[in-house]
């Protein structure tokens, strides 16, 4: 079983739509999770850390559901600037960021 | 704002041949990390690194592979003797200790294995 897992799509939406992305991970031990963003040929950026309690940083919400180990990112209103592909990360108890295979998003006029 | 940087950005060579990657990581983060990603596919971790050795390294990171942090700045990444399946984008990351830090990631290193 892939340690953290993802649908790469392509999610293919109009602007201002509502998309959503999962992600499941398969260490029960995980202590941290991320979303990430990662554009053509380019390094992963921080997009937002994924708390217990659920978190938003404008557009974006990120929640954790623990007992059924996944991750969701909603996106709100989309921006043409918003496609990109998602990257799932999560972090066990070695401290190493283990990534899944990304989400591809493209958001069309 | 502190970021991690890489050179080359881009490396070409032989077949055979050794490459050295050269990073360096944020100044006051602990954990250093490299990684790979093949055109079209996931970010592979290889190895990482803590307090001046190997914490940690996946199946690819083999005999082939080192790794050196010769000075208080530089983290490198050797391969001795490269194959044209190593082609592919290695990211340098670094973080702070503790397992809710984030890392960062440099710009990358595109190296095409000919």
């Known amino acids: 079983r892939k340690e953290v897992e993802q649908d790469p799509g392509p999610f293919n939406v109009p602007e201002g739509a509502t998309v959503a992305f999962n992600c499941t991970y398969s260490n029960s031990a995980s202590q941290s999770f991320f979303w990430y963003r990662q554009d053509c040929r380019k390094e992963p950026k921080l997009l937002m850390s994924?708390?217990?309690s659920g978190n938003e940083d404008g557009r974006f919400t990120a929640q954790l559901n623990r007992a059924s180990q996944y991750i969701s990112l909603l996106i709100r209103d989309s921006k043409l600037s918003d496609s990109a592909t998602y990257l799932c990360v999560v972090k066990g108890g070695s401290y190493i960021p283990t990534f899944g295979r990304g989400t591809s998003l493209i958001v069309h006029p | 704002e502190p970021e991690v940087t890489q050179t080359p950005s881009h490396q070409v060579t032989q077949m055979g041949q050794e490459v050295i990657l050269r990073c360096v990581p944020i100044?006051?983060?602990?954990?250093f990390y490299w990684y790979r990603q093949i055109l079209g596919q996931k970010v592979e971790f290889l190895v990482s690194?803590?307090?001046?050795?190997?914490?940690?390294k996946s199946e690819i990171f083999d005999d082939q592979f080192s790794v050196e942090r010769p000075d208080g700045s530089n983290f490198t990444l050797k391969i001795r003797s490269t194959k044209l399946e190593d082609s592919a984008m290695y990211f340098c990351?670094?973080?702070?200790?503790?397992?809710?830090?984030?890392?960062?990631f440099g710009q990358g290193t595109r190296l095409t294995v000919v």
């Open positions: 100044s006051n983060h602990l954990y």
């Open positions: 990351a670094s973080s702070e200790a503790g397992a809710y830090t984030e890392a960062f």
């Open positions: 994924v708390y217990s």
């Open positions: 690194f803590y307090n001046n050795e190997i914490s940690e």
